[in-house]
């Protein structure tokens, strides 16, 4: 009983954490510019698990019961996409002479702390996905085997973060040539974009 639901956790929390977003273009960029990598996967993989473990002890129940919290984040969110979107789009527009700076509007350790952070926590979709809807899938276990459930979701962030943050390397070859990189802050750049606009014409529920 417990293997099976880790193993349906495992995949529930895949199905949810593989998806693009913010955060993934985020962890993706810092890979790509090799910033504080190992930092920027601990810090994703340790939300995701703290996010999990909330929504399986039965915290999704006050989001669900304060809309107020996840409107609050909606704007938050919007606004720091907007930032950064814009961010990313004067990287892609300045070309070759932003290319010596690659990573250093996020170069301290602080920064990508804070720009991590921000990524996560900010998200409410975040909330509304691992949080309180694994929550939710969670209550069809009892006892130990709905932990269970959740380590195996926890498992499936762990691996996710990692082969993210590591396996991105293997594009470096590409990311040598200075149009790559402006292809990918024009592709981020309209992403992030995209994200807020929907975040602020789509009322959360």
Known sequence: MYFAAATTGFFSGAGLIIAIGAQNAFVLRQSLARRHVGLVIGLCALSDMLFIICGVAGIE???SAWPG?????????AAFLAVYGGMA???????????TQAGAGLASRRRVVLACLAFTFLNPHVYLDTMVLLGSLSTQYGGMARWAFAAGACLASVTWFLSLGYGARLLLPVFRRPAAWR???AL??????VLC???LVRPLH
């Open 188 to 193: 981020v750049a309209v992403f992030m974009l």
């Open 89 to 99: 789009a004067w990287r892609a527009w300045r070309g070759q002479a932003a290319m």
């Open 69 to 77: 919290l996840l409107q609050a984040l909606r704007f938050g969110g």
């Open 197 to 199: 606009a929907l975040l």
């Open 61 to 63: 129940v006050l989001v």
């Open 183 to 185: 292809v990918l802050d």
